[in-house]
DNA sequence: GAAGCCCCTGAACGGCCATTCACATTGGCC
DNA sequence: GGCCAATGTGAATGGCCGTTCAGGGGCTTC
């Protein structure tokens, strides 16, 4: 009756054969499966590397702990996250309407494609020391930026005309509220639904679009 | 050298005076401090019981187990949201326009005042037992049933004109879109920014009337 | 065939976990 | 004053935790 840890719906990894590949391969394969499955402080590094046929102390020959193995698999999607989305909007041309929908397109394009690994980065990621969550915040930032830009530009040439407050607008908050709409397709898109991924990123490009109030180009 | 815990930014609560207030409403302010600062997972019954001046046995004489003591904190935060969202809804008349402005607002002020409430319930479900998550989202889609059907009204009396995906709408993509994003204020908003409670609820509002593409009332 | 390196093993360390239980201590009521 | 129920204590139970480290294989390179 002395059930020692909550589970959070799943067990434990069963023995695994020896993972063929690399072997920081093999762990990060394996961390990522079990923290996106049970959560990172209820995973063991003995679960972590049972589910990839070793041994607890062969981890520390390819990680100095077990946070920075944690590091180490949220920054590297968090990475590709910010490269994508700076490349869809370099990509859009000149218009702020065109960059705004590339933006949101290829943000949510790859959170209901990457679902597990948008889950583990942004669920994780408050496990985190605090030396280690610096750099992924700063990331996060800057994706906001490049939206926050994005927005000012549009208003500057009159081509968008958002809500206002009291006569103000308020330009970070409609980014953060963007950010969190698509950030969450990832907690509830699959892909046996009706629609697809791009579909879903259309809807959202044109639910952005109509907040911002963008003129009809 | 031998750090034993993840410790999500926060130290364990130092001892503290008893709780005047009646035991179980003690532990439960307690723990949900605890919760909300360092996680469900890490918090252990002796850190509760230690932070309202009581030892570790004594929660087994209020609650069956931490389990337990999980959900009725998120339960009763849930409780109300339901409540307090349908309540806005039906004092909001009979137009569509009226009762989505309505519910975004209700929600979206909740969610500003009573963020660590919404912190918590949204964070730490994952750590609930199967038996014990099953009322909590019952209540959850009954919240996003009431969006749905408030679209729907919309919809069919022609007063929203909501984006298309090949010819056809996805409104419960939308309802969850609007949630994802007026849930997650709680995350970001502090009450010391340029804008208050009152005024972030009218620009989710406004962003809500115009994703659905609100006919001017 | 020796040396050196990389990698893995499994025991060991010091400590903490949720829950149970025999045992106080209270305070109201006869 | 005696009884009872409610409530609190803290030791005990049977574990598991992240990390370290001595020991040992199996490579390559001389």
Known sequence: MSK???????????????????????????AFTQFAE?????????DIMKACGLTQGALYNHFKSKDELLHDIIASTQGELERQCQQAVTGAGDDPRAKLAAFVRAYVVRHCRLRVEALVA??????????????????????????????????????????????????????????????????WYGPGGAFSEEQMAKLYADMALRAVGAKPQ
């Open 122 to 187: 942004n669920r994780e990621i408050s496990w985190l020391g605090a030396e280690r969550v610096a750099d992924i915040r700063r990331s996060r930032r800057a994706i906001r930026d490049i939206l926050v830009t994005i927005l000012n530009e549009g208003v500057q040439r009159g081509v968008f005309d958002p809500p206002q407050i009291d006569g103000r607008h308020d330009l970070k908050a409609m980014a953060m509220a963007m950010l969190d709409q698509c950030t969450h397709v990832s907690m």
């Open 38 to 46: 049970r959560g990172y402080p209820v995973v063991t590094v003995r």
């Open 4 to 30: 020692r840890k909550p589970v959070r719906v799943v067990e434990p990894p069963v023995v695994a054969e020896r993972d063929q590949r690399p072997p920081v391969e093999a762990i990060r394969a394996a």
